[in-house]
Nanobody
Framework: QVQLVESGGGSVQAGGSLRLACATS????????IAWFRQAPGKEREGVAA????????YYADSVRGRFTISQDNAKNTLYLQMNSLKPEDTAMYYC????????????????????WGQGTQVTVSS
């Protein structure tokens, strides 16, 4: 059973940084697409960043490219999202997601691609 547990959310001022972590279990850390999504109040959940486990090719939404960095620690089975130069519009609940037994390809941020989701961690950015 896929289990994903996010941590690291909080409140920061605009321009600040946060690092989110997602502890993963329940699947082999090979040939999976793992990603970060976010959902702001009243808005649809949107993809932020993604990468294949064991790989180094990363994918980003235009809104965060150059500010956010996705990475993984295979030894710890943990996914990270380093968020710099945060803006008030980055305020949202951030979710870790996994699409098991497939690499990242095609519609990377299609929500139905992912079969495992975490509970989310709140990020609030004040101006």
């Amino acid at each position: 059973q896929v289990q994903l547990v996010e941590s690291g959310g909080g409140s920061v001022q605009a321009g600040g940084s946060l690092r989110l972590a997602c502890a993963t279990s329940g699947f082999t850390y090979r040939k999976n697409c793992i990603a970060w999504f976010r959902q702001a109040p009243g808005k649809e959940r949107e993809g932020v960043a993604a990468m294949s486990t064991g790989g180094d090719i990363t994918y980003y939404a235009d809104s965060v490219r150059g500010r956010f960095t996705i990475s993984q620690d295979n030894a710890k089975n943990t996914l990270y999202l380093q968020m710099n130069s945060l803006k008030p519009e980055d305020t949202a609940m951030y979710y870790c997601a996994a699409a098991t037994n497939t690499v990242c390809s095609g519609a990377i941020f299609a929500r139905d691609k992912y079969n495992g989701w975490g509970q989310g961690t709140q990020v609030t950015v004040s101006s």
